[in-house]
């Protein structure tokens, strides 16, 4: 996927280069964990509607084929949004696009509460979506280009991770609040806290020194932060390296020679891995509900999922640098693929609630983590006037992958869990 080395990563660029060999800075830290926090509300809105749906289904008495039509209509939001919000990015910055997507997810699920058809939901989970494609990829690009190159792996696996535990915090507030105020609430409560976190962000969060630079109109921004972020000699580093001549480049520049290589392999294998998220984000609860499991048990079942992938991308973070990203990658492929054909073989059944929720740990132990290890690799693999372009796009066609679980989903449900594990480990 990239030149070998500690961590298969590519040398970063000259503007990333300003931080490298600084001490991490707690204002550094303080922006990590924003954009973290950003990633958090993300990942509970990637996941809300899946951990809805078995109270929809109960509720409305809707079908399968109307999940599906939902779950995609909020796919093809988030291909568009993948795309538009790499575009703001490199256009006008990494904090608007950041912003920008919170806003759109946040009014978006916010509205879904006041809804009264499937119609409604579709056409406002397709603006969601809007929102919801660009966030990781822009934070990915964001923290990349905060941090110095000693801790940047880390610090973007652990930014990407938080998609999963905002899929955590989303399990368990279904628990509490899907019995007692209901589906509606769900989708108030999960609208407002991101819209109100907002605020935080516009006063907290700054741009990023790679694009800044990049800006000489600008200048004086990136000094400040330089000097915030504890750089000894903020304006001889501003003047040793020459800025970069802004120019816009196409699309088709990911495409080079010199990078094709990398955008078609990261392309190929965040569609495969997002597949088998948003298989496992949507179409798992409607599955287990489906074959009898009450209402709390569908929810642990994806609680277990994402605490097992958040555990699992800690350790990615730290074996992908010391063993490099392809035998890790190959290492965790293999074994996910081992624990569906365990899943497919194995019968759905209350009975078996507990092998069941260790499973689907395990399951997002190794399968999970694969999607944080690679927006690793991908932050470091573009340079800074393609970066977020080149990981909007390899986001984009991650949601593709996320539009054919959709397609697919309501099939292999409707066959069971034989049938859905299955196809999931064809995927691995």
């Known amino acids: 996927m990239a030149n070998e080395g500690s961590a298969d990563l590519p040398k ?151 998609v999963a535990i905002g899929g955590i915090i989303g399990g368990f507030a279904a628990s509490v609040i899907l019995p007692s105020l209901g589906w509606r609430w769900f989708f108030y409560i999960g609208g407002a806290l991101p819209l109100c976190a907002t605020v935080l962000f516009y006063w907290g969060l700054p741009e990023s020194p790679s694009f800044l630079l990049s800006r000489p109109h600008r200048r004086s921004e990136l000094l400040r932060i330089l000097e915030r972020v504890g750089h000894p000699d903020p304006q001889g580093a501003i003047s040793r390296i020459p800025p970069e001549t802004h120019v816009y480049a196409p699309i088709a520049d990911l495409f080079s020679p010199n990078i094709r290589r990398d955008t078609l392999a990261l392309c190929a294998a965040l569609f495969f891995g997002l597949f088998l998220i948003y298989s496992m984000f949507n179409w798992a609860p409607t599955l287990l509900f489906s074959n009898g499991f009450a209402l709390p048990q569908t929810h642990a079942g994806l609680t277990a999922f994402n605490i097992g992938g958040v555990i699992g991308s800690i350790a990615t973070g730290f074996a992908m640098t010391r063993f490099g990203s392809r035998p890790v990658l190959a290492l965790l492929g293999s074994m996910a693929a081992l624990i569906c054909i365990g899943l497919a073989l194995s019968p759905l059944s209350p009975d078996y609630a507990k092998p069941l929720l260790f499973a689907l740990f395990v399951f997002g132990l190794t399968g999970s983590s694969v999607q944080s290890t690679i927006y690793a690799v991908a932050s470091n693999a573009f340079p800074t006037r393609l970066r977020a372009r080149g990981i909007g796009l390899m986001a984009g066609a991650g949601r593709l992958g996320a539009v054919f679980s959709a397609i697919g989903g309501a099939t292999l449900v409707d066959h069971g869990g034989s049938a859905f594990f299955g196809a999931l480990a064809v995927v691995l």
């Open 12 to 162: 970063p660029d000259v503007a990333i280069g300003m931080l490298d060999g600084l001490p991490i800075s707690g204002f550094q830290i303080a922006l990590l964990v924003m954009t973290g926090m950003a990633v958090v509300f993300d990942g509970i809105d990637n996941q809300i509607i899946g951990l809805a749906a078995p109270s929809l289904i109960s509720e409305w008495r809707i079908s399968t084929n109307a999940l599906g039509l939902i779950f995609g209509a909020g796919f093809a939001g988030m291909v568009l949004g993948t795309l538009i919000g790499a575009w703001i990015g490199d256009r006008f910055g990494r904090r608007s696009a950041l912003l920008a997507g919170i806003i759109a997810f946040g009014a978006a699920t916010f509205a879904t509460g006041f809804t009264q058809s499937v119609t409604e939901i579709a056409v406002l989970r397709m603006i969601a979506g809007l929102g919801l494609g660009g966030v990781p990829g822009t934070a990915a690009a964001l923290i990349a280009e905060y941090m110095p190159s000693k801790y940047r792996p880390a610090a973007v696996s652990f930014g990407i991770i938080c």
